[in-house]
């Protein structure tokens, strides 16, 4: 079959691999029909060392199931199925707890970016999508992968309610998700910090109150501005580099909440009296469990509430997956949906 690897940065290529194969009771095999390639996946574009064997890449995916392992009960050949960017048993202490991404069983995917993958743990990762579903909404549904349901964890974790003021930090994919969700929840002002006219006026379309341009300083004063002073609520980071935490933690209101969801390139950040301590504030987020929201969210596509599929920009065929990445590191693409 074909997959797309990465043998370093910048180097994606679709060659040749085996077909994989069940090996356990537990496992699904799905034809991948959607995928798309996620802004997490642009950190290795831009530092993988050279890794002669390749990097399976990918891990947000809608499929049909081909084959199912001995024990799989939820599952039968034929279904289509949503696979969460990890996977769970959905019986551990962590799963009950709706922590799905700390599952004692449970790991992260790669490989969906492929003609074909193995789902571990079928029964309690992926989600059947109801027989006769409008293929039109399959783009929607990818982003309950991973995407939307990361910014809908985001505001959820930084306890968007109606009423609260929210302030989104980054226009990717995630950021314009959390706006969404933010409105879904109920916010009432969502300020939108970016820069990119295409992705702040598909954040206005989508929620956002106010855009602010600025960054750093200016940045700031005008978030201050918007807020009479007081910053905001709630502060959903989206990006996942130290200015955008700086840029959080110097806008959240005291008593309010900062939600990290951005993948972070960093391992220090600071949380004393001039950041975090001093404000009474709360730092949160994580990777989102997104087996714990997919069947709830799942309805708001299917009857039209929620179009989260509007972060894809373009579509390309797995074969042209290294222009897809190039689209979305040049930022001529916010989300590439991939057709294998």
Known sequence: MKAALMFGAGDVRVVEVPDPVI?????????VTYACVCGSDL????????TPEGVSMGHESIGVVEEVGADVRTLVVGDTVIVPFAWSDGTCAFCRDGVHTSCVHGGFFSGAQAEKMIVPYADGTAVVVPAGTDESLMPSLLTLSDVYLTGYHAAVRGGVTAGTTVTVVGDGAVGLSAVLAAKQLGAETIILMGRHTARTDLGRELGATHLVAERGDDGVAKVMEITGGLGSHAVLEAVGHMPAYEQAYRIVRPGGTISRVGLPQYEDAPVGFGSLFGKNATLTGGPAPVRAYLEQILPQ???????????FDRELPLDDIAQAYRLMDSREAIKVLIRP
Do not use: S
């Open 23 to 31: 090996q356990k009771p537990t496992e699904a095999l799905i034809r």
């Open 301 to 311: 596509v299917l009857d039209g509430t929620i179009n989260p599929g509007r972060v």
């Open 43 to 50: 950190h290795p574009y831009h530092g993988l060392a050279d």
